[in-house]
């Protein structure tokens, strides 16, 4: 099972720009499709975005289109992040997701969760 360690969280002004980083333990990244998830307070967890194994495909949630790119970097074990534009209804704990099965794009799609990462917008 792949280790999943988030970093680049923190406060932010509403207009603002964060990267996030999930660095993958292990030698078989290239083998799991990685996602983005987040979970406000009181809120169920939801998908944010998604990527394939080869980088090829990649989905959003609706609301962060044209806003967040998400990426990854098989050398570095690493998928990235970036949230530009970013708004007050972005606060929430951001998680990283694996799947060996699919492009994760619902919780019961992940096999592997990170601890998260707080992102908070300020107006």
């Known amino acids: 099972q792949v280790q999943l360690v988030e970093s680049g969280g923190g406060l932010v002004q509403a207009g603002g720009s964060l990267r996030l980083s999930c660095a993958a333990s292990?030698?078989?990244?290239?083998?799991?499709?990685m996602g983005w998830f987040r979970q406000a307070p009181g809120k169920e967890r939801e998908f944010v975005a998604a990527i394939s194994w080869t980088g090829g495909s990649t989905y959003y949630l609706d609301s962060v289109k044209g806003r967040f790119t998400i990426s990854r970097d098989s050398a570095k074990n690493t998928v990235y992040l970036q949230m530009n534009s970013l708004k007050p209804e972005d606060t929430a704990v951001y998680y990283c997701?694996?799947?060996?099965?699919?492009?994760?794009?619902?919780?019961?799609?992940?096999?592997?969760w990170g601890q998260g990462t707080q992102v908070t917008v300020s107006s």
């Open positions: 292990g030698r078989t990244f290239s083998t799991y499709a």
């Open positions: 997701a694996a799947s060996t099965t699919t492009t994760p794009r619902t919780a019961g799609d992940v096999g592997s």
